[in-house]
């Protein structure tokens, strides 16, 4: 059983940054593909991030790919996501994913993101 878990969100003024983690146990993350999704309230859920199984080929959302970087270490089986010059719409939870077919079949908690204006 995959679980995940996410960490490092907070408050943070506009143009700041944080950094999400992610810690996955029971499988190693290099058999998923992992990513980052966020809700914001009254809000769909949206993709932010991605990074691919095996050889790690990363995407990010167009709109947040200038701020947001995802990366992974294979030793600690964590993912992070960058998250720099925040803006009050990037204020939602964002939670961890991983699949490894089709579909994003674990999910994290969540870790809430509030960027203040």
């Known amino acids: 059983q995959v679980q995940l878990v996410e960490s490092g969100g907070g408050l943070v003024e506009t143009g700041g940054s944080l950094r999400l983690s992610c810690a996955v146990s029971?499988?190693?993350?290099?058999?998923?593909?992992m990513g980052w999704f966020r809700q914001a309230p009254g809000k769909e859920r949206e993709f932010v991030a991605s990074?691919?199984?095996?050889?790690?080929?990363?995407y990010v959302s167009d709109s947040m790919k200038d701020r947001f970087t995802i990366s992974r270490d294979i030793a600690k089986d964590t993912v992070y996501l960058q998250m720099n010059a925040l803006k009050p719409e990037d204020t939602a939870i964002y939670y961890c994913?991983?699949?490894?077919?089709?579909?994003?079949?674990?999910w994290g908690q969540g870790t809430p993101v509030t960027v203040s204006s």
């Open positions: 994913a991983a699949r490894s077919g089709a579909n994003y079949n674990y």
């Open positions: 990074i691919l199984y095996g050889g790690g080929n990363t």
């Open positions: 029971g499988r190693t993350i290099t058999r998923y593909t």
